[in-house]
């Protein structure tokens, strides 16, 4: 049971009858402060058997809930990418929204491989919407190309994807520039707390598919501090929420992960928080994918 998100509440499915294929990636080879992302994405299946089968007015458990056994994250990092990338691509062939449980972010881009492949195949191009507290747009972290704090350059720079990035507050001279020279689109931590957000937070011309990374230190440290770099002024719940319904509104969510969950023995608090939030994500993308109005 433990091994399955959200088993106390759903039976899981087989993978071809699943809305949401949930993989498991316990990488933990570049983190560069606090450690423990290996633990991470068991410690968030285990808290997930405390959720209640709804979240915020949705079921996505009805839909289907298939939980992969855990990427081997062993070795070579590159190998550990393809095993992410093969895992993903049998999620898109049934017909499911991947759910990447990290381990560190640099698991998000086997994912976006994937899908990248897919829309060379089918002509459905995606973006990715970012929640951070750090914008990963470094071309090399400590002599590593597959650092955590690399992941998004290797989105924007080597897989071409758009790129929009919200609750970022430590920020690199050289990812500034990586920002502008790639056009990305940001609405850092202050900006959103003394501006605020637009009704449309999206670029216009940005896809209508839309995969949504989530990075747990995106969430202010009072709320996460269980994760490598805790870092103050970030997101709060409900304005986690209230933003995600408005990037999500009128798109297809094609796929989602929760990165960078680090347990603290006896704070499972924070546990219980990834998880809902895990929840969170997978009901707004099932209400977004059927058409329901969000906000």
């Not at 998000?108 to 089918?122: F, I, K, N, Y």
Request: proline share 6%; with cysteine; charged share 20%.
């Amino acid at each position: 049971m433990k091994n399955s998100f959200l088993a106390s509440e759903y039976a899981p499915v087989p993978p071809e009858e699943a809305a949401f294929h949930i993989i498991p990636a316990p990488l933990e080879q570049s983190v560069s402060y606090g450690r423990g992302t290996a633990r991470g994405p068991q410690a968030l299946l285990d808290a997930s058997q405390q959720l209640e089968a709804w979240e915020s007015g949705f079921a996505p458990g009805e839909a289907g809930f298939y939980t992969v056994q855990p990427i081997d994250c062993s070795g070579p990092v590159e190998g550990v990418l393809e095993r992410i990338t093969l895992v993903t691509a049998h999620a898109l062939k049934c017909g499911a929204v991947p759910v990447i449980l990290g381990g560190e972010h640099t698991v998000t881009l086997g994912a976006l491989r994937a899908l990248a492949a897919r829309s060379r195949q089918t002509g459905a191009f995606f973006g990715v919407v970012q929640f951070d507290a750090h914008a990963d747009l470094r071309a090399h972290y400590e002599g590593n190309a597959y650092s955590h704090a690399c992941v998004m350059y290797r989105a924007v720079a080597e897989l071409s994807l758009p790129l929009t990035q919200f609750a970022v507050r430590d920020l690199s001279r050289e990812e500034a520039k990586t920002r502008e020279h790639f056009d990305v689109t940001h609405y850092d931590a202050c900006y959103l707390a003394r501006v605020g957000l637009p009704e449309h937070p999206l670029p216009e011309n940005f896809p209508h598919d839309i995969y949504i990374s989530f990075d747990v230190d995106g969430l202010d440290s009072s709320l996460m501090p269980a994760t490598g770099t805790p870092s103050p002024g970030g997101l709060n719940w409900r304005e986690t929420q209230f933003i995600l319904e408005r990037c999500m509104q009128g798109r297809h969510v094609v796929g989602l992960d929760v990165v960078e969950l680090a347990p603290i023995a006896g704070l499972h608090h924070a546990d219980f928080t990834a998880a809902k939030l895990c929840h969170l994500l997978m009901s707004l993308a099932y209400a977004a994918n059927e058409g329901y109005r969000l906000c």
